[in-house]
């Protein structure tokens, strides 16, 4: 069974400070998705990535699939309170389509 | 557009007691329909998913159990709770083959046993 982790499990920074996120495992992902949670309610969809290498962008957020297919790194330049949440990272294990989810990042943006 | 309902929103329940949470989804059809459950500090844990009317797959033995009355209806059950159900319970959707999916969570049920 994979295994994602992501890092760090708690990050807490100021209102335009630059941050970045990974979502690591041992094995290939077919996909990767990355989610925003709020507290009280469901993840909500930011992105998915599909090939090695792939850099995608969403307004300030820049979602980047390792070349191996084994990793994702979401970085956010100047954060903002509204980006507050947790982020989760989902893998489609490449060999039986399972998806599993990271335990996520709690981000906190303070005004 | 589709959308998904999922209720109720929070849950107090006694050790013992049955269960049974219900998420409906609207604007597709023969959706692929999931519960999930979240811990704090864990990842989201899938418990069952289904690929159609009484077709139901757990992934988890557990004292939980699914159904599919309808296309769109997926319906959580315990017959005896346990402290070890309290949580947090998504009902997602999606539509595709699998490994190909994208999840639309609802708003989540927190459900405390005690």
């Known amino acids: 069974t994979q295994l994602l982790e992501q890092s760090p499990q708690f990050l807490s920074i100021q209102e335009g400070e630059n941050l970045t996120v990974y979502c690591n495992s041992s094995?290939?992902?077919?996909?990767l998705q990355w989610y925003r949670q709020e507290p009280g309610e469901g993840p909500v969809l930011l992105v998915t990535v599909v090939t090695g290498g792939e850099v995608k962008k969403l307004k300030r957020l820049t979602f980047q699939f390792g070349d191996a297919r084994k990793d994702s790194s979401l970085h956010i330049t100047a954060a903002q309170p509204g980006d507050t949440g947790l982020y989760l990272c989902a893998g489609v294990d490449y060999n039986n389509n399972d998806m599993r989810f990271g335990a996520g990042t709690r981000l906190t943006v303070k005004p | 557009s589709q959308t998904i309902h999922q209720w109720p929103a929070t849950l107090v329940q006694p050790v013992g007691s049955p269960l049974s949470l219900e998420c409906t989804v609207e604007g597709t059809s023969n959706p692929n329909l999931y519960w999930y459950r979240q811990a704090a500090g864990r990842g989201l844990q899938l418990l069952f998913y289904s690929v159609g009317i009484g077709q139901i797959s757990s992934e988890v033995p557990q004292n939980l159990s699914a159904s599919r009355p309808q296309d769109r209806q997926f319906i959580l059950s315990s017959k005896k709770l346990l402290l070890s159900d309290s949580g947090f319970y998504l009902c997602?959707?999606?539509?595709?083959?699998?490994?190909?999916?994208?999840?639309?969570f609802g708003s989540g049920t927190q459900l405390s046993v005690l």
């Open positions: 997602a959707w999606s539509v595709g083959n699998r490994g190909n999916e994208k999840l639309f």
């Open positions: 094995s290939v992902f077919s996909s």
